[in-house]
C-alpha cells in the first residue's frame, strides 16, 4: 500500500485539486461541456494536424445532406487569427435540412491540437422547407461564432502535472481560463498503467442540482447491489482534510470484468449544484477494467482488447485505504473560481 500512496501528486481537476499516486495516468476518457461549448485538447506535432485538417476539410466538402446529394453539407469555412486551423460551418450529423448547423473549430497552438464544437441554426437556406414558426426562432450563426471564438481565446494546451495559477478550469489535455460559470460540465478519468482495472473517474456538473444525495439513494442502491452479488463495506458522510463535506458509499460486487470487486463513490454539493458549488461525482473501481492507457502517438492503430482479468489488483483493505488517501486530499484550487 505504501508503494502505491508514496509518490502522491496533485493534479488540477475542473477549479479542484486531488492528490494521486503518480502511477495513475489520464485514461483518455472525459470531456468538457463549457457554455455550450464542446472541447477536446490533446498534444500533437503540427505536420500531423495540418495532415488531419485537410483530411476534415475534404471529408465535410464531400458531405451532403441526407438523401440530397445536391445539398452541400459545408457552406464556408472562417479562417483563425492567431492559430493555424479554422472553422467549419456544416450542416448537423444526418440532417435532412440546413437549417440545423455544427461550427466546427479545430487549431492548432503551440504544440497542442484544440478541437470544439457547437450547436447552430440558420434559417436562410431557401431550399429548405420550414414551417414559420421554425423561421420565426431566426438564424444565430454569427452569435454562436463570436462565443466560440471568445472560449477559444481563453484556452490553452496542458501537461497533466501543470498546476495553473490564473483562475479557470482544468480537463484533460487543457485550460479554459476564466470565473467560474453555470455551464460547465466535465468527466476527466484516471487509471493505473500497470493495473488497468484501477481507476479513478471525476465528474463535475455546475448546472445540475440532483434533489436527493447519494445516500438518500439508498434503497435503489441496495437492490442493485443485490442483483450483482454485493454488499456495503462502509457508507456516511465525510469531509477532506481541507473541509470539503461530502457523501460517499464503498461497495464490494460483481463487476463488468466477472470479478469479485469494489465500487467506491462520492457526491459532494447535491443539493446546491451551481457555479461557485458544483455538484461533484468521484467514483473508484477496482476489478473493472475501463481500458488500458494507450501513450503511443495518435492516429496509431487500436490496442487489441486485452485479456480478461483473473481478479481485481486491490484488496479490499487496499481499496479502501487507497480512496482514503485520495479523497482526503480533495480541495477547492486556490484561484480557481
Same mark, same amino acid.
Given at each position: %500500500? =505504501?508503494? $502505491?500512496?508514496?509518490?502522491?501528486?496533485? *493534479?488540477?481537476? &475542473? @477549479?479542484?485539486?486531488?492528490?494521486? #499516486?503518480?502511477?495513475?495516468?489520464?485514461?483518455?476518457?472525459?470531456?468538457?461541456?463549457?457554455?455550450?461549448?464542446?472541447?477536446?485538447?490533446?498534444?500533437?506535432?503540427?505536420?500531423?494536424?495540418?495532415?488531419?485538417?485537410?483530411?476534415?476539410?475534404?471529408?465535410?466538402?464531400?458531405?451532403?445532406?441526407?438523401?440530397?446529394?445536391?445539398?452541400?453539407?459545408?457552406?464556408?469555412?472562417?479562417?483563425?487569427?492567431?492559430?493555424?486551423?479554422?472553422?467549419?460551418?456544416?450542416?448537423?450529423?444526418?440532417?435532412?435540412?440546413?437549417?440545423?448547423?455544427?461550427?466546427?473549430?479545430?487549431?492548432?497552438?503551440?504544440?497542442?491540437?484544440?478541437?470544439?464544437?457547437?450547436?447552430?441554426?440558420?434559417?436562410?437556406?431557401?431550399?429548405?422547407?420550414?414551417?414559420?414558426?421554425?423561421?420565426?426562432?431566426?438564424?444565430?450563426?454569427?452569435? %454562436? =461564432?463570436? $462565443?466560440?471564438?471568445?472560449?477559444?481565446? *481563453?484556452?490553452? &494546451? @496542458?501537461?497533466?502535472?501543470?498546476? #495553473?495559477?490564473?483562475?479557470?478550469?482544468?480537463?484533460?489535455?487543457?485550460?479554459?481560463?476564466?470565473?467560474?460559470?453555470?455551464?460547465?460540465?466535465?468527466?476527466?478519468?484516471?487509471?493505473?498503467?500497470?493495473?488497468p482495472d484501477v481507476s479513478i473517474s471525476i465528474?463535475?456538473?455546475?448546472?445540475?442540482?440532483?434533489?436527493?444525495?447519494?445516500?438518500?439513494?439508498?434503497?435503489?442502491?441496495?437492490?442493485?447491489?443485490?442483483?450483482?452479488?454485493?454488499?456495503?463495506?462502509?457508507?456516511?458522510?465525510?469531509?477532506?482534510?481541507?473541509?470539503?463535506?461530502?457523501?460517499?458509499?464503498?461497495?464490494?460486487?460483481?463487476?463488468?470484468?466477472?470479478?469479485?470487486?469494489?465500487?467506491?463513490?462520492?457526491?459532494?454539493?447535491?443539493?446546491?449544484?451551481?457555479?461557485?458549488?458544483?455538484?461533484?461525482?468521484?467514483?473508484?473501481?477496482?476489478g473493472d477494467r475501463i481500458g488500458t492507457s494507450?501513450?503511443?502517438?495518435?492516429?496509431?492503430?487500436?490496442?487489441?482488447?486485452? #485479456?480478461?482479468?483473473?481478479?481485481?489488483?486491490?484488496?479490499?483493505?487496499?481499496?479502501?485505504?487507497?480512496?482514503?488517501?485520495?479523497?482526503?486530499?480533495?480541495?477547492?484550487?486556490?484561484?480557481?473560481?
Amino acid at each position: %500500500m =505504501q508503494t $502505491l500512496t508514496h509518490a502522491m501528486t496533485p *493534479r488540477c481537476i &475542473g @477549479r479542484y485539486l486531488i492528490d494521486l #499516486p503518480a502511477g495513475m495516468v489520464p485514461s483518455g476518457w472525459g470531456g468538457l461541456k463549457a457554455q455550450g461549448v464542446n472541447i477536446e485538447v490533446a498534444p500533437l506535432n503540427e505536420s500531423l494536424f495540418r495532415w488531419r485538417y485537410e483530411q476534415r476539410e475534404a471529408e465535410l466538402r464531400a458531405a451532403h445532406l441526407d438523401g440530397q446529394p445536391d445539398q452541400p453539407s459545408l457552406k464556408e469555412i472562417v479562417p483563425l487569427r492567431g492559430a493555424m486551423g479554422g472553422i467549419f460551418n456544416r450542416a448537423d450529423d444526418n440532417a435532412l435540412v440546413n437549417a440545423g448547423r455544427t461550427l466546427e473549430l479545430h487549431a492548432w497552438r503551440d504544440g497542442y491540437a484544440i478541437k470544439m464544437w457547437i450547436k447552430a441554426r440558420d434559417v436562410s437556406y431557401s431550399a429548405d422547407n420550414l414551417d414559420e414558426q421554425y423561421k420565426a426562432i431566426g438564424t444565430n450563426v454569427p452569435q %454562436m =461564432q463570436a $462565443l466560440l471564438l471568445d472560449v477559444f481565446a *481563453r484556452i490553452r &494546451g @496542458r501537461a497533466d502535472n501543470e498546476m #495553473p495559477s490564473d483562475q479557470g478550469l482544468c480537463f484533460h489535455g487543457g485550460f479554459v481560463q476564466g470565473p467560474a460559470t453555470d455551464e460547465e460540465n466535465l468527466d476527466m478519468s484516471y487509471v493505473f498503467t500497470d493495473m488497468p482495472d484501477v481507476s479513478i473517474s471525476i465528474h463535475n456538473n455546475s448546472n445540475l442540482v440532483s434533489e436527493n444525495t447519494l445516500l438518500d439513494r439508498g434503497k435503489d442502491i441496495d437492490a442493485n447491489l443485490r442483483i450483482a452479488d454485493g454488499h456495503t463495506l462502509r457508507k456516511g458522510k465525510r469531509q477532506s482534510h481541507d473541509g470539503l463535506a461530502f457523501d460517499e458509499w464503498l461497495m464490494e460486487a460483481n463487476t463488468d470484468d466477472h470479478v469479485k470487486g469494489h465500487m467506491f463513490t462520492l457526491e459532494a454539493n447535491s443539493r446546491i449544484g451551481s457555479a461557485k458549488t458544483p455538484l461533484l461525482n468521484i467514483d473508484f473501481r477496482n476489478g473493472d477494467r475501463i481500458g488500458t492507457s494507450d501513450k503511443r502517438p495518435p492516429g496509431s492503430i487500436p490496442l487489441d482488447s486485452p #485479456p480478461p482479468i483473473a481478479k481485481a489488483s486491490l484488496t479490499e483493505g487496499e481499496a479502501v485505504a487507497l480512496w482514503d488517501a485520495i479523497t482526503d486530499t480533495l480541495r477547492p484550487r486556490p484561484n480557481g473560481f
